[in-house]
């Protein structure tokens, strides 16, 4: 979820960071009646690309009257994208936004100085039995775009490019590769994608962006003559041109990267910033709690509770 209930990730400064190909075993964490595994930030990498924190949310089921509730919570510096395979979310926001999304689709909401928001699961789906499974990230707001207005883009599935060729699909989720520009507005150069493979399939990367990564959500993959289980997110060396190949039951895969932002960042709770300053004020904006005149405000649909600053 885009709820961070780590304060600090204990992210690696530029200087620990290597450029040969990393392997990451997600962590798992526990937000409150649900767990989630998570890629980013890692011991051994901070980002891949601006893509700052990526979350595996489920698969889950749930009962009659259960489901998801991340009460508002605020967010400055980044922007975040969910993308589901199964189950729905409503998100509000303090922009006014109230939008359902659904599997394929894209909730794509810019932080940017500040914007607060919740995700549940719809009243009308409580009703019974439901499902969840999909990945939130978190992409680093260039300098340029840290302090922009907040803004919130939502892109059904059928207006995303589709690649479909011998034994794959691709939905293009954000930014640009393969020939194919995704339609939500970025603020640095990036790709992110969905990547459905056949038994055997082969699959090449981009070669066209600096840092590149791939996560397998289901099946297994083979590299270079070694395979790669469902739940590992592999990053490559820059320039080398990688192909992938779906293992004998087939693969899901997550592929995400782009250009490096100039310089490290900082996180704290929900928080991303290039300055400890920006974060030390965003956190006593959110403690103060002047939700009419203050940075932030709650959503109009969802005012009745809040996360609160951790202590």
């Not at 885009?2 to 400064?13: E, R, T, V």
């Not at 699909?169 to 992110?192: C, D, H, N, Q």
């Amino acid at each position: 979820m885009s709820w961070n209930p780590s304060l600090d990730p204990h992210c690696p400064s530029p200087d620990t960071m290597d450029s040969i190909e990393t392997v990451i075993v997600p962590r798992a964490r526990d937000i409150g009646d649900f767990e989630v595994r998570r890629a980013l930030p890692a011991s051994a990498r901070q980002m891949v690309g601006p893509f700052i924190f990526f979350d595996q949310m489920g698969p889950a089921e749930f009962i009659t009257n259960q489901g998801i509730d991340v009460r508002p919570h605020p967010h400055i510096g980044l922007a975040t994208v969910t993308y589901l395979y199964q189950g729905e979310f409503q998100h509000r926001d303090s922009l006014g936004t109230d939008q359902m999304i659904y599997p394929g689709a894209v909730n794509w909401m810019i932080a940017g100085n500040g914007v607060t928001h919740s995700e549940r699961t719809s009243a009308e789906t409580r009703q019974g039995p439901s499902s969840l499974f999909g990945i939130q990230t978190w992409v680093a707001l260039p300098d340029h775009a840290e302090e922009v207005d907040a803004g919130f883009e939502h892109h059904p599935k059928e207006t995303l490019p589709i690649l479909k060729s011998e034994g794959k699909t691709v939905r293009l989720i954000l930014g640009t590769a393969w020939g194919e520009t995704a339609p939500v507005k970025t603020f640095s150069e990036m790709f992110y994608a969905d990547a459905i493979l056949q038994a055997g399939t082969r699959l090449p990367l981009p070669d066209d962006h600096e840092d590149r990564g791939l996560y397998i959500t289901q099946g297994s993959v083979i590299i270079a003559g070694q395979t790669f289980e469902a739940g590992q997110m592999m990053v490559f060396r820059p320039g080398d041109r990688i192909t992938v190949k779906a293992g004998p039951s087939g693969a899901r895969l997550m592929l995400l990267g782009g250009e490096t932002l100039n310089g490290p960042r900082h996180i704290w709770w929900n928080f991303v910033a290039s300055s400890r300053e920006k974060i030390d004020a965003a956190k006593e904006a959110w403690a103060t709690g002047d939700w009419e005149h203050g940075r932030f405000q709650l959503p109009e649909n969802d005012r009745d509770e809040f996360i609160p600053l951790p202590g």
